[in-house]
């Protein structure tokens, strides 16, 4: 469990160090890789953590908030990004041609 802790407090650090650039799929991999870790790290514990290990915990919890805050600007980026699409798509829309230019309609006057 320490060692998986330490890779765990590794990797966050990494990922911490560099959030300023780090993208989208940057951001999909370090979640994959942490539930994984985490995953390994639950089946690993005996039930005792030692108060290094508690430590370790609060210390990688404390990376939390900043990466939560990327994840979260880059989610307004992506709903930016898509809304732009769709009103571009609206405003495409309303200039394309809705009718068959085979039909014709005729008015008379009375």
Same mark, same amino acid.
């Given at each position: 469990? !320490? ?13 911490? !160090?560099?959030?300023?650039?780090? !993208? ?39 990376? !939390? ?10 989610? %307004? ?10 009103? %571009? ?13 085979? %039909? ?7």
């Amino acid at each position: 469990m !320490d060692k998986d802790l330490a890779e765990l407090r590794e990797m966050t650090r990494q990922l911490a !160090d560099r959030l300023a650039q780090a !993208d989208f799929e940057e951001m999909c991999r370090f979640v994959e890789r942490r539930e994984q870790m985490v995953r390994r790290i639950r089946e690993g514990y005996d039930g005792n953590p030692t108060p290094e290990q508690i430590r370790e915990v609060a210390n990688l919890l404390k990376f !939390d908030g900043p990466i939560l805050g990327k994840m979260e600007q880059l989610r %307004s980026q992506a709903a930016s990004s898509l809304a732009k699409l769709e009103q %571009s798509r609206i405003r495409r829309n309303a200039y394309e041609k809705i009718y068959a230019m085979e %039909s014709a309609f005729i008015d008379r006057k009375k």
